[in-house]
């Protein structure tokens, strides 16, 4: 059998129950997500013959409207809200416990990082081996790890479910408002006294809150086409009240250079533009969902989901190796300036490169995503809240500074070891047999 015929096998299994429209939004966001980095990038061959990459938005500012339309984590993470509420929902009525669902949502998470660190691991490795300057190492790997601070963020708030779940049962829509006002507060703050650690608290305070927008649409406290236009609009004047008159800039993404970030860390603005966007895609739902019915539109959306982890995880790494090839041959592609009409002519190609890069890399890592479970008995929650928690610091120091560094070897010795000592306790087992 082949790997379409067992997608389609897959999608025709699919109970009539489940809402495709989130599996859908899930892929298209991922999608959105990898392409937009991909037009991010540019690295070109300046003046003086020297390979330097920039970002787009630092030579082209005006395309800073456009991550209104790219920024989708807003949407990934009310798509992740309803899933896990419907997840851990389940769970509880079947009896099992807050250790057994952990882990089954970790391991989806988790597993897949395994390849992608061994595997830049043994790049920095050689490369420090053959005497590449450690700046240019860590510069490389950074850039491969960039959206990896997502995952350590979503993590987060996959170990506060239960919590979340708690608090939206008790105080619903009030629950979204009060976590609103607290990151307005900490906003206040950090613009207001200085106090730019406190901004922080708002990974937790702007990401819940989007979080539990995935609550409201699974409980159809989001609902109604007029009414969804209507909270986009909201929305849509929110963000501009804020970035027009506020402190805010314009992206919503981090712009290199730019002193204050709508992202790093999280604004009231992001759930502004999560109103905004949620809006406008619950508009859809009704239709969207009876185009999903059709089995092409379906099966594709299967298949993007059964290797969205590896589609996200490996893109920027697809990415070097698609730059490293056009160094090699003589800086094919790499000498239109960064924002000339010839540059965003190119970025037809060089999406079609990058995709293609990317594809091997799917075929050949996309089976962590399917990892069985080991047999024994789950620990108890705190093995894998203390791994969860483990592997989230080590995510945030390698997007931070990447696998390469100054240490043995010239790798992140702290970033790769919290990491792997974080899978190894959500891949552990007691060893004894299951007697549920």
Not at 226 to 248: D, E, K, S
Not at 286 to 307: E, F, H, K, Q
Not at 380 to 401: E, K, Q
Not at 404 to 430: C, D, H, K, P, S
Request: proline share 5%.
């Amino acid at each position: 059998m082949t790997a379409w015929s067992r997608v389609v096998a897959l999608a025709d299994q699919t109970p009539v129950s489940r809402n495709r429209y989130v599996d859908f939004l899930r892929a298209v966001s991922m999608l959105v997500v990898v392409v937009g980095h991909w037009l991010a990038a540019a690295p070109y061959f300046d003046a003086s013959n020297t390979l330097v990459n920039v970002h787009i938005l630092t030579v082209a500012p005006w395309t800073a409207w456009l991550t209104w339309v790219l920024q989708v984590m807003p949407v990934f993470f009310m798509v992740g809200g309803y899933a896990n509420a419907i997840s851990w929902r389940a769970a509880r009525r079947d009896g099992k416990s807050y250790s057994v669902w952990l882990e089954g949502r970790l391991r989806r998470l988790l597993w897949p990082l395994i390849p992608l660190l061994v595997a830049w691991v043994m790049i920095v490795a050689i490369e420090y081996a053959r005497g590449v300057r450690p700046e240019l190492i860590s510069y490389g790997s950074q850039v491969a790890f960039i959206p990896i601070w997502f995952l350590a963020v979503y993590i987060g708030m996959v170990l506060l479910v239960p919590v979340i779940d708690a608090v939206w049962a008790r105080f619903g829509m009030g629950s979204f408002w009060a976590l609103t006002v607290a990151a307005v507060a900490i906003d206040l703050a950090y613009f207001g006294s200085g106090l730019r650690w406190i901004g922080f608290a708002n990974y937790v305070f702007v990401w819940a809150a989007i979080f539990m927008l995935g609550y409201a649409w699974l409980d159809e406290r989001l609902s109604g086409t007029a009414t969804m236009l209507v909270c986009a609009g909201i929305g849509l004047a929110a963000l501009i009240f804020l970035v027009r008159v506020g402190p805010y800039p314009v992206s919503m993404i981090g712009v290199p250079g730019d002193p204050v970030s709508n992202t790093t860390p999280p604004k009231a603005t992001l759930i502004a533009l999560a109103i905004l966007q949620g809006g406008l895609i619950l508009a859809a739902q009704r239709p969207a969902r009876r185009w999903l019915d059709g089995r092409v539109p379906w099966t594709a959306t299967v298949a993007i989901n059964s290797c969205i982890m590896t589609l996200f995880i490996w893109h920027l790494t697809a990415t070097t190796l698609v730059v490293l090839a056009a160094y090699l041959a003589g800086g094919i592609g790499l000498h239109a300036e960064p924002g000339s009409a010839e540059w965003w002519w190119m970025r037809i190609p060089w999406v079609l490169a990058n995709a293609i890069a990317l594809i091997p890399l799917i075929l050949l890592f996309s089976r962590f995503e399917r990892a069985s479970t080991r047999d024994g008995a789950p620990l108890p929650a705190w093995n894998y809240v203390l791994g969860a928690i483990s592997t989230a610091g080590g995510l945030v120091l390698l997007a931070a500074h990447g696998v390469g560094g100054y240490g043995w070897f010239g790798l992140n010795v702290w970033g790769l070891l919290l990491a792997f000592t974080g899978i190894g306790l959500v891949a552990r087992r007691a060893d004894v047999p299951r007697t549920d």
